[in-house]
């Protein structure tokens, strides 16, 4: 799957220098074409008779698609992308003193993975010199995708195949967002269900979509604004050039900006202090 010319799309994104650009949408069309690999695997063990579980330590799942989708992945870096390095939830760092970082959950929403609950994905994000360039987020069986990359904008695939340029919403009031989490028990496992319920009080709706898909839907404007109280670096590291790039501002809930501080709140920019003041008060 080829990406829009960054040229034609995308306008409002910061400006990236030419070679800069090239390069980046280099490194996009890799992530693409291994986030169509991943479907690939992914929907072959949707759903399967034999699919095969294991707990991990932390009494999570994972499935044999997961370790699949990383392995594959991997193989492809190595061959594609030699010097650069490569985290993921199942295998950890490998070449860890590389500028260049890959950063990958093969899938994300593993619980509904096994279940047989289509909201899933594979995310896929690069990281040069601490900075998030490139994000891709798949999910087959949603017949969805979303990615984006710096300086280029950020895109869509709707379940008919149509592609279309992302932008977040123009809600300027909490009174009237739409609100997107993962589930109550997190925040009360965190401790934070006060300040959660703080904001969600002040909005107009609220609804439990999670993990990756909450976040999309800011990028979409589908939804105003998405927060959660515990997060992985590769639950997060591929949606903060998305939401970016459409327009809005990814940070921890201390309004922190990035993927890797533990908690996440994205939103349309527009909410993002009134909805920091809930939980920093």
Known sequence: MTPPNPTSVGSESPEVPDAVTVTVTD?????????????????SR?????????????NTPVSDADT???????????????GDAVL????????????????????DGTKNFVRGVPVWGTLLGLEVDGEMVVG????????????????TGAFTRDATGDTRALRVSPVTRLSDAFLSFASIEGWRTARRLEEFLDLADQVWRTRAY?????????????????????????????LQVIVEEAGGRFTDLTGTRGPGHGTVLTTNGLLHESALRSFNR
Do not use: N, Y
């Open 27 to 43: 490194d996009l069309a890799l992530a693409l074409s291994l986030a169509d690999a991943a479907d690939r695997l992914t929907l």
């Open 136 to 151: 891709v987020a798949s999910a087959p069986a949603m017949s969805r995708r979303w990615w984006g990359a710096r300086g």
């Open 68 to 82: 699949a989708v990383e392995a594959m992945i991997r193989e492809r870096l190595a061959v594609a992308r030699p």
């Open 46 to 58: 949707f759903q399967a008779v034999d699919l095969h579980v294991e707990s991990k330590p932390d």
């Open 88 to 107: 993921g939830e199942e295998e950890g760092l490998v070449g860890g003193d590389s500028r260049r970082r890959w950063i990958l959950d093969p899938v």
């Open 210 to 238: 999670g993990d990756f898909w909450s976040h999309m839907m800011v990028a979409e404007g589908a939804v105003d604004l998405a927060c959660e109280p515990e997060v992985s670096l590769w639950d997060m590291a591929a």
